[in-house]
Nanobody
Framework: QVQLVESGGGLVQVGGSLRLSCAAS????????MGWYRQAPGKQRELVAT???????NYADSMKGRFTISRDNTKNTVYLQMNSLKPEDTAVYYC?????????WGQGTQVTVSS
C-alpha cells in the first residue's frame, strides 16, 4: 500500500521560509517522479514542482526562483523549500507520486502566509 505523508506546514509571515517534507512508502521511490501541488480556497489544485527519480526538476513559473524541490532517495523523502513567501502562497500543499502503476497523493499540509 502506497503512503505519502507530508509534514512541515504551518503559519509564517510574509517573506519567511518553510520546508515541507513528504515521506513515501510502499513503492520503489527512486523510480517515481514526485511532485508538489497546492490548492487555495476556491481554486483548482495547481502544480508547484516535480522532480524525477534522477533529479530533473520542473517548476510552475510563479514558483521559479523562490521554491526548490529536492529528494533524498536513501530516505524515500521529497522536500519543498519555500522562500520569500507571499500571502498568495497560502494553500494546502499536497505531495504527489506517479509511476507506471498509478498516481498517489498525500493528505496535504496547510501553509498559511500572514501579512
Amino acid at each position: 500500500q502506497v503512503q505519502l505523508v507530508e509534514s512541515g506546514g504551518g503559519l509564517v509571515q510574509v517573506g519567511g521560509s518553510l520546508r515541507l517534507s513528504c515521506a513515501a512508502s510502499g513503492l520503489i521511490f527512486s523510480a517515481v517522479t514526485m511532485g508538489w501541488y497546492r490548492q487555495a480556497p476556491g481554486k483548482q489544485r495547481e502544480l508547484v514542482a516535480t522532480i524525477t527519480g534522477g533529479g530533473s526538476t520542473n517548476y510552475a513559473d510563479s514558483m521559479k526562483g523562490r521554491f526548490t524541490i529536492s529528494r533524498d532517495n536513501t530516505k524515500n523523502t521529497v522536500y519543498l523549500q519555500m522562500n520569500s513567501l507571499k500571502p498568495e502562497d497560502t494553500a494546502v500543499y499536497y505531495c504527489n507520486g506517479a509511476n507506471f502503476f498509478g498516481t498517489y497523493w498525500g493528505q496535504g499540509t496547510q501553509v498559511t502566509v500572514s501579512s
